[in-house]
């Protein structure tokens, strides 16, 4: 079945620890993107990447670094400067990132602090 | 700057009419959109509507477009449990990037 799969589910962080979230599509997919959804807030758009070795910052990059090595693949990294880093992560793809283009919504990781 | 602002809960008896109100800012938005987010997983698209269009529907589901007053709606006839989710307008505005908002929770009393 092709879809976009997020991992963990659920993943847990120390102070000072960076953390990855992985996102994988089998979509084949150019543009590939990733929000970040709090509560009552709506999601906000963290990075985006429309071509592999490419990527740019979204509303809310601080704290946050992708890679895009790979065609499907897009990992997030949540650094120690994200102070404030629980929330439910949401990763997503579309053909070519233009306009009207479906995005395809994996089903997400929830970060928390320990 | 680009927003999209949506009441964040309403609550219905089964079989009846849902709606579910959006405003945003950009009059530049080529498309706008309904996505759908069940508990604990991803969005789905619902529907989307074309800018120049004032009305589309499909199946259950009827958008409204007012593009004068910036406001689009979404109603869901005949509401279902099944139907019980958080609801998500969204708009592409003048990047091409989709701006979303806050949700709406949508619960549906048996």
């Known amino acids: 079945d092709g879809g976009i799969t997020q991992s963990p589910k659920y993943l847990f962080r120390k102070e000072g620890q960076n953390v990855t979230l992985s996102c994988e599509q089998n979509?084949?997919?150019?543009?590939m993107y990733w929000y970040r959804q709090d509560p009552g807030q709506g999601l906000r758009l963290i990075y985006y990447?429309?071509?592999?070795?490419?990527?740019q910052k979204g509303d809310i990059a601080e704290g946050y670094s992708v890679s895009r090595e790979k065609k499907e693949s897009f990992p997030l990294t949540v650094t120690s400067a994200q102070k404030n880093p629980t929330a439910f992560y949401l990763c997503?793809?579309?053909?070519?990132?233009?306009?009207?283009?479906?995005?395809?919504f994996g089903s997400g990781t929830q970060l928390s602090v320990l | 700057g680009e927003d999209v602002e949506q009441s964040l809960f309403l609550s219905v008896r089964e079989g009846d009419s849902s709606v579910i109100n959006c405003t945003y800012t950009?009059?530049?938005?080529?498309?706008l959109y309904w996505y759908k987010q069940e508990p604990g997983a991803g969005l789905q698209l619902l529907t989307y509507?074309?800018?120049?269009?004032d009305m589309k529907q499909d199946q259950r589901l009827t958008v409204l477009l007012n593009k004068k007053d910036k406001h689009l709606s979404l109603r869901i006839a005949d509401t279902q449990t099944g139907d019980s989710a958080i609801y998500f307008c969204?708009?592409?505005?003048?990047?091409?990037?989709?701006?979303f908002g806050q949700g709406t929770t949508l619960q549906v009393k048996p």
């Open positions: 990447s429309q071509i592999v070795n490419d990527f």
């Open positions: 950009d009059s530049s938005s080529t498309y």
């Open positions: 997503a793809s579309s053909a070519r990132g233009g306009l009207n283009e479906k995005l395809f």
């Open positions: 969204a708009e592409d505005g003048n990047t091409g990037k989709l701006i």
């Open positions: 509507i074309f800018s120049n269009m």
């Open positions: 979509l084949n997919h150019d543009a």
